[in-house]
Structures are given as structure tokens and as C-alpha cells.
């Protein structure tokens, strides 16, 4: 069994059947089932009632089902648990987290989930408020079941005061905490996902989304939010462990062992000289696209 992809993650809205039942046609790696921000209050209750319907059962196929529940300091939290211990998803996406208090206290849940289950399920965390990034580290520590780590651009730009629109790269303050997201993920050997981008209808959308995927690439992250099919292509494309690339890294190692025989741990790699780090950087991305189905 692979661990998650998490390339490319969209959010569904857990109140609308249609997508619910197309996203399984899609070439996403991580369908979000959404009951937070796509439904409006007033609807909460009619979308855990369609989620519980919609929601695939005994599910087998290649993709993570996830679910975006409520935030804990909300009144909706328990009753979306309650629906979480009765469909049992991969993962369970947690918004806008603020303490290792409340990772904690879904972590006891979920033990009663896993019991059922007999699986472990997994908590993607959202970081959208800036006491959530403050507390980046004491979050992060506070469950062996986060795996995985999201900026949540739109929240956090309000609550920031700041705009969002465009690349990532060119809001400073943004930026600045999506690298601090990426820092701490890497400590923690989780996988960094990138924020959304909100436009999806015209090509200077696709052409922002494009280029924040080349930045996010350059900072070390494993995906990106999605909100539409139309965006899958470019952050799959982008977030991607191509077969050349796994056959390089296997290259270079095969170059290091035949180096090593010689009493040296330094090669000529086309017309670089490349030691250790460059060793340890191709042995990870093996095991990485290994233990994750790339290739």
C-alpha cells in the first residue's frame, strides 16, 4: 500500500452530488470532501446528510478520500465527528488550527476511529490564522497522525490584512510564512502543501497558478490546493516524480558506488563535481517516489 501522492488536492463541496460523483473520474490525487467554507452555515446539516450518502464505501480505488471538517471552536465540530466515526476516510483535514490542545483532543477520537477501522487515519492540518502560525511548531509536534501540512492563503491574507491575488512569491508576508510552513514540514518529515488560486476560468489563471507551482517546487513542497478539475493537469505536471527522474537518481548513486570503491565520495556528474549531499539528495528522492508509487 502507497502512502499518499497528495500532488494535487481539491476541495468538493460535500452538499453538491454531481461533483461529488465526478471528482472519482478525475486525475486528482486527494479528493477533499469539503463541510467547512463551501457550505454556508445554514447548510451544514443538509451536507453532512448528502456526504453520508455520497461518500464511497469500501473504497479500493488509487485515490485518498479526505474530508475537510469544521474547525474545533465551532458549533458544527462534534456532529461532523460524529459522521466522521461512521464513513471512516483516509484523512481528515483540520482548518485553521491554533493548539496542540486541539490536535490533540481529535487525536483521542480518532483512536476509537482506528479501532473500528483498523487503519490509521491520517489529519492534514491547515495553518490560516496567524496565531495558527505562530504556533506552527507546537502544532506540528503535537500528533504522530499529521502528515501532511497546508497554508490556507485565503483565510490567512483577511486575517493578515494583506491581498492574495497573483503568484504566492510576490506577497512578502505570505511568502514569508508559506517558507516557515515549508521549514518546519521538512523537520518533521510531513508534506507541504501549497494554498489555492482562486481563478480558474480564464489563461492568465492557469498562467498564475503555473508559476506559483515552479515557485512552491524551488521551497521543497509535495502538492498544492485545488479548487477546480481545470487546474489538475498544471499541479500534477508540476508536483510529478517523472520515471527520467528517478532514473537519473538511480545514476547518480550507482556513480557514488563505483566512486566509493576507489576510496572517494566525490563524482564528476556530467560536467558538476557532486559529493555527499547530492548522493543523499537522489537516495531520498528514490525512496520518496518509492514509498509514495512514483515512477
Do not use: W
Not at 452530488?17 to 457550505?39: A, K, W
Not at 490542545?101 to 491520517?122: G, H, M, P
Not at 501540512?149 to 490584512?161: H, I, K, P
Amino acid at each position: 500500500m502507497y502512502k499518499p501522492k497528495r500532488r494535487s488536492l481539491l476541495f468538493i463541496p460535500a452538499n453538491n452530488p454531481r461533483f461529488c460523483e465526478r471528482v472519482l473520474q478525475s486525475e486528482v490525487d486527494t479528493i477533499i470532501y469539503d463541510l467547512e467554507d463551501s457550505i454556508p452555515d445554514s447548510a451544514k446539516e443538509q451536507g453532512r446528510e448528502l456526504l453520508a450518502q455520497i461518500f464511497p464505501q469500501n473504497y479500493d480505488g488509487s485515490k485518498e478520500l479526505c474530508i475537510r471538517i469544521n474547525g474545533p471552536r465551532t458549533p458544527f465540530y462534534q456532529k461532523d465527528l460524529s459522521l466522521i466515526s461512521k464513513l471512516v476516510p483516509h484523512a481528515i483535514m483540520l482548518p485553521k488550527i491554533e493548539s496542540r490542545k486541539e490536535v490533540q483532543e481529535l487525536d483521542v477520537f480518532l483512536n476509537s476511529c482506528d479501532t473500528f477501522a483498523r487503519k490509521k487515519i491520517e489529519i492534514i492540518g491547515l495553518i490560516e490564522t496567524p496565531k495558527g502560525a505562530y504556533k506552527l511548531r507546537e502544532v506540528l509536534y503535537s500528533s504522530h497522525r499529521i502528515t501532511a501540512v497546508a497554508l490556507g492563503a485565503e483565510d490567512l491574507s483577511y486575517e493578515l490584512g494583506v491581498e492574495r491575488g497573483g503568484p504566492l512569491e510576490k506577497h512578502p508576508l505570505l511568502n514569508h510564512i508559506q517558507i516557515e510552513l515549508a521549514l518546519v514540514a521538512r523537520m518533521h518529515n510531513m508534506q507541504c502543501i501549497g494554498p489555492i488560486e482562486r481563478g480558474y476560468t480564464q489563461e492568465k489563471h492557469l498562467s498564475f497558478l503555473e508559476e506559483e507551482c515552479k515557485y512552491l517546487r524551488k521551497i521543497n513542497l509535495q502538492g498544492k490546493l485545488a479548487i477546480h478539475p481545470s487546474q489538475l493537469p498544471i499541479i500534477n505536471k508540476y508536483f510529478d516524480i517523472t520515471s527520467e527522474e528517478i532514473k537519473e537518481a538511480n545514476r547518480t548513486i550507482g556513480l557514488f558506488k563505483e566512486a566509493e570503491k576507489t576510496g572517494s565520495a566525490v563524482i564528476t556528474n556530467g560536467n558538476e563535481m557532486q559529493d555527499t549531499p547530492s548522493l543523499r539528495r537522489s537516495l531520498e528522492l528514490v525512496k520518496y517516489a518509492k514509498e509514495h508509487g512514483f515512477g
